[in-house]
Every structure is written in structure tokens, then in C-alpha cells.
């Protein structure tokens, strides 16, 4: 990977080197561990433009020159022998002859001890400016010593770089965006050193492990150290005797490890002695390696056998009832017989924790006996994990076979799930829950499924007259209560019932001190944040996301996408698109190549993000994907996704056809018995521009929510052309925390008073409007018109707009729905106007990119 590497997260610490060695200044040390950067800065400092007519004499200790009497300065300097005192005389000398110099000592540690007298005399007399670097935790000579403990040198610690810096570091040399838990990864591995990063990352991109999906750098599949940074590492290692290496390579393979396991297993004495050459950490109770990546080369060079065998040793030795799954994980990779019991429980603990690739394997090896209650935890974890065709022969098995009726019944409603989310079969599921609800067992799990079921089409009757009353029942686990919770949930957030959502959440098991536990929690979570977004109280959406979202930051699988899903959702309902698209972004970088049936919430979303923050190109083909086609298990939300189609429209410059998208949300809404939905789409409508059709409807929905209220004012403020009004709306909505409509309101605001010769005005709405789009990330057409105010009207600026973006006169007639000879006319009059003859002048003026 033939890519620059700059120095990031160091300003501070280059100035502060850089000026240390100014004319007249004795000079700088600088400490840290090995690959943290001491060379590199020393090197960018002096390449600073103030030290050109420096000249820098760099030297180097080293532990093969370090038996050599000023083995530092062989080559470098022209020096007899003879005795050691006369010898170094003629080095200070010699030294003290070179106009205008910088000395430059790295690795001063391995110095011998005439080249370290030499540089503490040459520091004490002011002969030069010095920069030198020692490695922390080494032995060092005690003139070097003396540099900064006898204040004859100031000393910096370098550290290594933080999760931000690091993450920094990785896209200006990728020169992209890095996704969140690749970046956290790289950081986590290498512990920040930039010589570890520098080879690790060369290693992936080189391999094409690490790479560019959908515009975001993205780590594709496991690690694999490359022989290069093994060298490095075994070097850092270095040779292990017997029982330090035991140590080792126990905690490589079973950290954390309890320190009291680990001298039984080896002996306190090898346990000690590994931790005071560096190569782990104790607190006292645990082990730790003192490197991550010390880890992956040991892992890497040990034998299959050997790993096998030690990692028994220390599976015996743990307790599995506090926590079964890491008995389990060393059980299973161990040279011990299997334990289906306990592969079993650690399964079904991983599935709580969302950790589905690792529950799938642990489920698989305790399915191995054929335990049906195995079975159905194992086809469950593959469902999740998108493998729906392998999840439907196990389950349609275990519907055949399962000696009790009971079992039946739950593989029959497993199956249902299966066949509606992941397969997207929704007839098929519904006759799944026939065949269930036939067996007569099992009668709470059943009506809970049919309520998911219900409310996943958009049944939205159903749901409400069964769903508050099995509320207060009592559900017999967590999956019946998300699922009775997500039902509700759906039903409130849509009709505006904020008692009723909340009281779903707490049985679902979204509460301000837990999480659901199971994958579906995942649905729970969107679905509330959707009725707090249509609600208007967006600050209840942004606590549930997040605390989703810091429950699968880390883990591999499907969970960290899906609660990068919600989180964008939830910045979506804030007006923060900014934030959105970041996560949004993310998360379909996972999805957009996957069969997961949250990749299709994942597209309406981000359709409708960067639609609102007018990228038009990003936006258009998600678009066409949700006009094609939407899972059958979203019918409930299908609002949303003629809204994400109007932004989409509108970043376009296509306003009449994002007018119409909206109107549509509205009039879908409204019929399917959804007044939330329907207010959020007649706020759209007023936000691109309309308020004649809206106004009346949100007066007859203003009681329903603050969103609904708000959007009334500020229907009725557009409709009658009130400016004053307008920035109220404004004020309004962004103390409710709707940031895209509180921009929209003032940019309104600013063109009515341009519309009535209120320049004055006009500019400070305008202002106003321009700081509350920097704040949420968009770029909507109410801000495209207070940002570039034109003499041209609504239907000439859409036209314009148009023909700009490279339509022909044909397409912008097809598109709008009039007459060729319409838009050839409107387009004339937009150029006479603007003085311009050209789309491309035309493009200049709009300010489209």
C-alpha cells in the first residue's frame, strides 16, 4: 500500500519540538513505547521551515554498536583513538565545529556510555540544540537519565494516539471515510502505535480485506498479521523460555485469564517473570497480554494441537453459571469431549447478548444431538442471520417430528417469523400461523405472533383491540414480550397513542436501565423511535437509540448494522441529518449487498437523509429501489417511504413531483387509519412549499401530537403569507427539536419579506435560516430558495432547476406532466430573467452541484 502516512493527533507535541530547538535552546526528550511515533516527530520537527538553514546530524543507538566506545557516532565523526577522556574531548570538539547544528540522538537508550556522555556534556555546555528519543520502560544509561531528571532537558511523553486520532489517521491515508467499528478495531489492535497501524493496515488494504464498500472503508473479514509485522512482533517478543511462554500463550488464547488459574496452570514465578518482561498485565485478579497484537502472532504461530490442549487447561477451571459462554468457546475449540448442554446455554446467552455469528455456532454443535429445543434456538440464530432457507428445513423438520405438540407449535411459529421477515413470504407465514394456532398449544406465544404478524401488514384494527389488553398479561419470556411490545408499538406510534407506546416499550424491554434482549428488540427500538418522531418528542427517540446502539457497538453480526439503523433514524426525527446520514451511511455499507430485511428500513431512511440534505445523485437510485419494490413485512410504514421519495424529488429540483409523493403519504396514511403518519406527510407537503390541501387537514389533526400542532401553525402561517408567523413555526419547531422544519419555516419567512420589499428582513430570516441548516445537514428547497433568492417563479425555478441537472426539455415535460412547448416557454422566460442562455450558466446561477 504505496500511500503517504501524515502526521496526525501530534500538533501540540510537533510545535512543542520544533521550538525546543530553536537558536539558543538546549534541546528536547522525547519518551514513549516502541512504534508510538518518537522518530517520525523528531524527523517533522526538524523539516520545519524555521530550522532550513539548520544543519541536522542524526545518530542512531543500537545494541550491536552499543559494545563499541562512541559506536553512536562511527561514520559520523573523524575520530583517533586513544583514551577515553581525550576521546570524547575531540568528539565535543568536533562536534562544536559544525555551523548551525541540530543533533539529533534516537533511541538514546542503547547508547553506549561514551556516546552518552558526549551528548549530556555537549546538552550541559549549549553546544547545540539536541532532540532525543528514548523508549519507555527500557534501562537507559544514567547520563540519558540525567538529560531530563537534572533539568537539563524538558521531556515529552509521547502516548499513543486515541480511538479519534486513530480513526483520523486511517482516512487521510485511505483518503475516505472509515467505517466506525473498523476504525474502533484497527485502534483497539494496535493500541494506537502508528508503526503497528502503519503495518497492520498496509497488510489488509494489500490482501483486499480491507476495502471500499459503498464509499466506506470497511474491514471485510478476519485479521491476518502479515510476515512483516510478525517479524516486528517476535522481535518485540523476543526468545521465551518453556514456562514463560505457557504464560503467553495461555492469556493469548483465554484472556481475560484469572491470575491465581494461570500460576496454578504454569507457576507464580513464570507468571511473574512474563509480566516484568512486558508481555502481560496483571491488576492483581486478571491477566491481560500487554499488546493485542502479541495475541494474534502467538495464536497464529502456535500448533493446533498445542492451542487445543491449553485451551482445555483453562476451560476446566472456569464457572459456567455466572457466565457459560466462555467455558463454552474453550470447551468447544478444546481437545475436551463436547458438553450440548452447555453449548446450549452459552447459545442462547450469546443470542441475548446479539452476538448471532457466535450463538449460531455454539447452537449448531448442541443441535449436533438433535435436542429439539437445540434446534429451534439454532434455526432462529440463522434466521437472524439472513440464512432463511437453512432456518426452513430445520424448522419444517422439526413441524413434522418434534414428539410434543408444544414444540410443534413453536417451530410453526419460528417458522413464521422466518418466512415473513427473512424469506419476505407473507402468505406462507400467515398459513405457518394457522398451522400453529391448529395444534391448540402454546395459545399466548400464538396470539403474540399474530399480533407481530398483524401489525408488520399494516392490520392496524387487530392490533389494537388484542394488543393493551396482552400488555398486562403475563407473557411467558422476553421474546413474547418483544414481540407483543413491537405489535403495540407499531399500532401507537402510527395513530399517535403516546400512553400506549410507552407502556409498550417497558414491556418490550426498552426502559431507561435495560435493553430488549433478542435481535427483534432491534425492530422494537425503530418502531419506537418512530412514534416519538411522529409525536414531536425526538429526544425520547435519540435516548432509545443510543442505548441500543451501545448494547452492539462491538459485536460482529447483523446487531451493530441494526442499531446503526436506529440511530440514524433517530437523528432523522431530530433534524439532524447530518448525523443520520453518518450513521445511515454505515450501516448500508453492511446492508445494501445483504439479504437482511433491515437493509430495506436502512434504504427508506437514507433515501429520505440525503434527500434532505439535497444530494440528488446519492438519493435517486435508493429511490428507484423502494418504486420497484418493498419487503412485505414494512407494509405498516409504507408512508415513509413515499416521504423518502419526495425528498428524494426535491433534492432533485423536482418540487411538483416531491409535492405529489407527500400528498400520496398523506392520503395512504389517512387511509390506512394512521392520523401520525398522515400529519408527519401534510408537514412535508408545507415544508416543500403547499400549504392550500395541507392546512385544512392538519387543523382537523392538530390535537393529536406537538408534531401535528406545530405543523398546523405553520401550515396556516404559509397559507396566509405571514412572515412573522412563519418565524414563530420556526422557533417552534426547533424547541421541539425538528431542525430540517424549523430551517424550512424561516426560509420561508425570508422569502415572504423579499416577496413584499422587505430586504432588511428577508436578510436576517434568511441568516437564521442558514444557521439552522448548518446545524441539521440539509439543504432543502425552501433553504435553496432563501440561500439564492431569483426573480423567477416557483414553476420557472423548478423548470430551471431541471434543465439544469442535465434534463432534456422531453424529460422535464414527462416529469412534470405538461407540454414540451410549456417548458420550452418557461425555460425562455427563466433565461431572459437571469441574462443567461445556457444550462450551464444556468447550473452556475441555481448554485446546483
Known sequence: MERPWPLTGRDDELRRVAAALRPGAAGIVVAGPAGVGKTRLAREALADPRHRRRTPLWTQGTAAARALPLGAFAGLLDLPTGDAAATIGRALDALAQHDSLVLAVDDAHLLDEHSAIVLHRLVVRRLAPVVVTVRTGEPAPDTVTALWKDDHLPRLDLTPLDAAETTGLVARVLGGPVESASAHRLWR????????????????????????TSGLWRWTSEVVISPELTDLLEREIGALPAGIQDVVDLVALAEPV?????????????????????????????????????????????????ARRLRGQVAQTLDASPDPIPRAVLTLDSDLPPDPALFLQAAEAATRMYDLPLAERLAREAAATGDPLARLVHAGALSWLSRGDEAEAILTDLAASAPDKGTRTMAQLHRTGNLLWTMASPDKAREALAAAEATGAAPLYVDAMSLALAAAVGE???????????????????????????????????????????????????????????????GLADLQVLGHRLAGTPDVAEDQARRMQAASADLP?????????VVGHAGLAAGRVGDALIALREAWAGLAESGHEFRFRCRTLLSAALGQAGLADEAAPLCAEIAAGQHPAYQLLLPDDLLARAWGAAAAGATTEAVGHAVAAAELAREAGEPAYEALAWQTVVQLGDATGAAPRLAALAGLSLRAESACAHAQALAKGDSAALLEAADAWARLGDLVAAGDAAAQASDQHRQHGRQGSALSAAALAEKLAARSGARTPALAIAGRPLPLSAREREIAALAARGLSNKEIAERLTLSVRTVEGHLYRAGQKLGVSDRAAMADILGDE
Not at 258 to 286: H, I, K, N, Y
Not at 557 to 565: D, K
Open 189 to 212: 489492535l494496535t493500541e494506537g502505535s502508528p508503526l503497528f497501524l502503519r503495518h497492520l493496515l498496509a497488510g489488509e488494504v494489500s490482501a483486499g480485506r480491507f476495502a471500499a
Open 258 to 306: 484469572a491470575v491465581s488459574t494461570l500460576a496454578a496452570l504454569t507457576s507464580p514465578a513464570d507468571v511473574e517473570q512474563a509480566e516484568g518482561r512486558g508481555l502481560v498485565r496483571t491488576d492483581g485478579q486478571v491477566a491481560r497480554l500487554a499488546h493485542p497484537l502479541y495475541g494474534e502472532v502467538r495464536r497464529a504461530t502456535m500448533g493446533t494441537l498445542r
Open 460 to 522: 392496524i384494527e387487530p392490533v389494537l383491540a388484542r394488543g393493551p389488553e396482552m400488555l398486562r398479561e403475563e407473557l411467558l419470556d422476553d421474546l413474547a414480550r418483544i414481540l407483543v411490545g413491537s405489535a403495540v408499538s407499531a399500532a401507537a406510534a402510527v395513530t399517535g397513542d403516546r400512553a400506549l407506546l410507552d407502556e409498550a416499550a417497558a414491556v418490550g424491554g426498552l426502559t431507561a436501565d435495560r435493553v430488549p434482549t433478542g435481535i427483534p428488540g432491534f
Open 557 to 565: 453480526g447483523p446487531a451493530r448494522l441494526m442499531g446503526l439503523v
